[in-house]
């Protein structure tokens, strides 16, 4: 049987933008062992997911850490052909780490590699597309999201509207103020609409202004995996949020989304994807702390 490796390592957007490829591999290695390496917080989900046969985690070890390379050798090592999604410097350096097998990325000097000049000028799911036409596979059947149904945290009231104030914490630029936010729940809730913020732990604070301004929110902030944010997506009218993972899932399910964008990050390259590679509505403005509730009103259709 061939070995097969596909190599995903995060974070929560890219992992979504990858569902078409994964889908796309598996139905090129029907009958092949196709494995994931990935991070830990993606095992839940790659182990549900139809892709795959076998789950790797990825600690990502540093150059000093001898023990930990040689665990991701080994990890690494045996397989028939692998594909690199990650395409970064470092999953590049995997490459020589696991022997030079024929392998699919942007490694130097190796088989199939995603020689476009212009590959960092496009969107992920388009890049990730033609790395893979590169390399042999050139049917990309839309993947069946089925398995990522699963019971409610909650149930949400409907119409609901799943807000999402946080992003990563060291790219605050990427942030609508949560006050506009705390302005758009009021807004939401006088049209009958139901806020629902989601959001990690750490991003709890953020849900405070919001239920303050607005008490029939719901704050799940904390209260969510990453497996419950695809069955919140069916249940919800509407996503307003920011460049960030979550907004990824809940584009990816179906569910209408408006992604609001500052100059700190481009659309064009990594906005968030739905069904049959479909575009979410995008607001771009240079500065978010300038964009009028108004506006993202109006963009949502409302």
Request: charge should be positive; include cysteine.
């Amino acid at each position: 049987m061939t070995r097969i490796l596909v190599i995903r390592l995060g974070a929560l957007g890219d992992f979504f933008l990858s569902l078409a490829p994964f889908a796309a591999i598996r139905a090129h290695h029907a009958g092949d062992e196709i494995t994931l390496l990935t991070g830990a917080p993606f095992v839940p989900l790659a182990h549900r997911a139809p892709w795959f046969d076998r789950v790797e985690v990825d600690t990502r070890p540093p150059a000093w850490d001898l023990a930990g390379l040689l665990r991701l050798r080994r990890q690494l090592a045996g397989f028939d052909f692998v594909y690199d999604l990650q395409t970064s410097d470092r999953s590049a350096w995997y490459f020589l780490l696991a022997g030079r097998p024929p392998w699919s990325g942007i490694a130097r000097g190796c088989s199939h590699r995603h020689a476009n000049p212009r590959r960092d000028s496009m969107h992920t799911l388009e890049r990730q597309a033609e790395q893979l036409r590169m390399a042999g596979i050139a049917a990309f059947p839309p993947p069946d999201l089925a398995w990522l149904a699963r019971p409610p945290p909650i149930a949400l009231p409907r119409p609901s509207v799943l807000l999402v104030p946080g992003s990563a914490p060291t790219r605050p630029r990427k942030r609508w103020p949560a006050e506009r936010y705390a302005a758009l729940a009021a807004r939401l809730a006088a049209r009958g609409m139901t806020p629902v913020v989601v959001g990690s732990a750490a991003e709890a604070p953020l849900a405070a202004p919001i239920r303050s301004a607005c008490p029939t929110a719901i704050d799940l902030a904390g209260r969510t995996t990453i497996e419950d944010l695809p069955v919140l997506a069916l249940s919800a009218a509407l996503a307003v949020g920011n460049d960030t993972g979550p907004m990824h899932v809940f584009a990816a399910m179906g569910c209408r989304s408006v992604v609001l964008f500052s100059s700190a990050s481009d659309p064009a390259l990594t906005a968030p994807r739905g069904p049959g590679g479909t575009w979410p509505v995008v607001v771009r403005t240079p500065d978010l702390a300038a964009l009028p509730v108004e506006d993202v009103l109006q963009s949502a259709g409302l």
